[in-house]
């Protein structure tokens, strides 16, 4: 079982910037293509941006396209979500997700592993 730990959320003005960073908590095996998922307050929860181990390939929601960055770190199954120009509509819980099918292509509710999330609130 794999647990996975964001950080980096907060509080910030729109037209900021955060970086989310998740990293697995105890040795990890084999390699995992990562996701960011988000959820705002009433809604469900929606795709966000996703790396492909391997190839390197980044998938992006249009929402966020131009303004996020997903992008992986030298530590195995590390993952950073860089957050620019936020929006007040970028308000939510962001998660990070793993999925053991490092060729995966859909991004929804069927990766294997989740975490527990970090609020980010963007103030207008």
């Known amino acids: 079982q794999v647990q996975l730990v964001e950080s980096g959320g907060g509080l910030v003005q729109a037209g900021g910037s955060l970086r989310l960073s998740c990293a697995p908590s105890?040795?990890?095996?084999?390699?995992?293509?990562m996701a960011w998922f988000r959820q705002a307050p009433g809604k469900e929860r929606e795709f966000v941006a996703a790396?492909?181990?391997?190839?390197?390939?980044?998938y992006y929601a249009d929402s966020v396209k131009g303004r996020f960055t997903i992008s992986r770190g030298n530590a195995k199954n590390t993952v950073y979500l860089q957050m620019n120009n936020l929006k007040p509509e970028d308000t939510a819980v962001y998660y990070c997700?793993?999925?053991?099918?490092?060729?995966?292509?859909?991004?929804?509710?069927?990766?294997?592993?989740w975490g527990q999330g970090t609020q980010v609130t963007v103030s207008s």
């Open positions: 997700a793993a999925d053991r099918n490092i060729a995966k292509m859909t991004w929804d509710e069927s990766m294997d592993y």
């Open positions: 790396h492909r181990w391997g190839t390197g390939s980044t």
């Open positions: 105890g040795r990890t095996f084999g390699n995992y293509a």
